[in-house]
């Protein structure tokens, strides 16, 4: 019988598969990275138990073009509020576009990161840059302006990223399981680093309100090519019944239609 590829790989054939992952070359991207102070209480509400918020009310989107294997390109993103766990400051992602199914997937299920498919741009025309991330039509977030001047390049970093791993439950009643937080290091090298003076624009998007997360004030925008390696931890599991209230965050609930912006000049 011919080879029929969706049955079963032989253990030579899965140590081969797992030799080449762990062999991958240096994959570089560049990215335009922009950090603010927003609206404290809103970076609160935003974070699951047990995470509590950070130092400052800081956010920091992340907007990258990744030169993969093969000349293929990646449009990668990530819109993340500071936060704290166990002593760790790190960054907790609300959505990460992604261009790829391949992408996408991947992370989800491993780290269960909050990645959704979208459109993720990185354009730069001499010194003016412009960088988005969009969904449905709209780009929800804009960075944009121009660069000012090299940056020294700055050591070997790790930055940590909180994630929830669950699955909702078959019944449609909370989780099959108790969910799973993730503590994930990425280690980034860059070899450029360069200033922007910019701004960054947040649109309505009833799929992806980060409106709510306003741009009390702009710290810094770089553009830079970077290369990174993570890895992940379980590091605790987690209370089903205060997770559930956050669930809609990961996917594009119908609901949310009824979940209206907070009124100008009024309360949230």
């Known amino acids: 019988m011919a080879r029929v590829r969706y049955g079963p790989r032989d253990e030579g054939e899965i140590r081969t598969a797992r030799r080449r992952a762990s062999s ?23 974070l ?3 995470l509590k918020p950070g130092e400052r009310p800081l956010v920091r989107v ?20 500071a936060a704290e766990h166990g002593g760790v400051a790190g960054w907790y992602p609300l959505v990460m576009p992604m261009t790829t199914e391949r992408a996408l997937t991947g992370g989800r299920e491993v780290f269960g990161e909050p990645k959704k498919l979208g459109e993720v741009a990185v354009e730069r025309d001499g010194l003016v840059v412009r960088a988005s991330l969009g969904r449905h ?32 439950a078959v019944d449609g009643d909370g ?3 108790d969910p799973l937080l993730v503590h994930c ?15 960054v624009v ?19 925008i770089t553009v ?26 990961r996917y594009d609930d119908p609901q949310q239609v009824h979940d209206a912006p907070p009124a100008v000049g009024g309360d949230a």
């Open 202 to 220: 947040l649109r309505e998007s009833m799929y992806d309100p980060v409106a709510d997360l306003p741009v009390r004030r702009l710290l810094e």
């Open 224 to 249: 830079g090519e970077k290369t990174t390696e993570q890895r992940g931890r379980v590091v605790e599991r987690v209370s089903a019944q205060a997770l559930l209230p956050y669930v809609h965050q």
């Open 175 to 177: 989780f099959d399981g």
């Open 24 to 46: 991958l070359p240096d994959i570089w991207s560049t990215g335009v990275v922009a950090v603010w102070e927003s609206d404290p209480d809103a970076v609160a509400a935003v």
């Open 137 to 168: 039509g709209i780009a929800f977030t804009e960075v944009r302006g121009a660069v000012n001047g090299e940056l020294p390049l700055p050591e070997e970093t790790e930055k940590t990223d909180f994630y929830f791993k669950f699955l909702p």
């Open 62 to 81: 992340n907007i990258s073009r990744v030169d993969l294997p093969g000349g293929h390109l990646l449009g990668a993103g990530s819109f993340a509020v």
């Open 185 to 199: 290091v990425r280690r980034e090298r860059y070899r450029k680093l360069e200033a922007v003076t910019g701004d």
């Open 48 to 50: 699951p138990p047990p």
